[in-house]
Structure formats: structure tokens, C-alpha cells
């Protein structure tokens, strides 16, 4: 416990820092998403596509947030989870 702590303190495990992991899944769903804009600007006027697009970034700006609500509360809980921890003394 006590070299994690460390770690973290030290910036050797930086806990703030989320990697996005690219795989064969990760870009088979860019290419679907590419494939379904190219698509929708192919059928749409352009008033239209700039609304569609406008959405998209509805959405983004949505997931945004959520993420960012997700990673605090998920902060919050480790640091619960610690507290509970240091003040239990029957762990050693």
C-alpha cells in the first residue's frame, strides 16, 4: 500500500491520465462512424448536414460530461474507500 501511495504521489502512476486503447474493435466503430457521416452528407442538403453535425457535437459535448461526472464520483469513492481503509485498524 504504502509504494502505491508513493507512486501516486511521485507521478509514477498518474491517476488523472486515461488512455484511450486503440484495437481492431475501436477501429471497426471509427470506420462504421466514418462510413454512416459520409453517407448522411451524401443524402442531406448542406443546411441539413450542418445540423447533423451540430448534433454529433451535441453528443460529444454530452458523453464529455458524463465521462468527466463518471471519473469524479469514481475518485470520490477511492478516496471513501481509503479513508474506510486508514481507519480500520484491524488492517494491517
Not at 488512455?19 to 442531406?44: C, G, H, P, Q, V
Not at 454529433?56 to 464529455?64: K, N, T, Y
Request: proline content about 1%.
Amino acid at each position: 500500500m504504502q509504494k502505491i501511495l508513493q507512486d501516486l504521489c511521485h507521478g509514477r502512476i498518474p491517476g488523472w491520465d486515461s488512455k484511450f486503447r486503440m484495437n481492431s474493435e475501436t477501429d471497426e466503430m471509427r470506420e462504421k462512424i466514418r462510413s454512416e457521416r459520409r453517407y448522411f452528407a451524401s443524402i442531406l442538403s448542406a443546411k441539413d448536414f450542418e445540423r447533423f453535425e451540430k448534433l454529433d457535437a451535441l453528443h460529444g459535448e454530452g458523453h464529455a460530461i458524463r465521462y468527466e461526472n463518471t471519473y469524479i464520483n469514481a475518485f470520490k469513492l477511492g478516496a471513501l474507500l481509503m479513508c474506510a481503509i486508514f481507519s480500520d485498524n484491524t488492517v494491517q
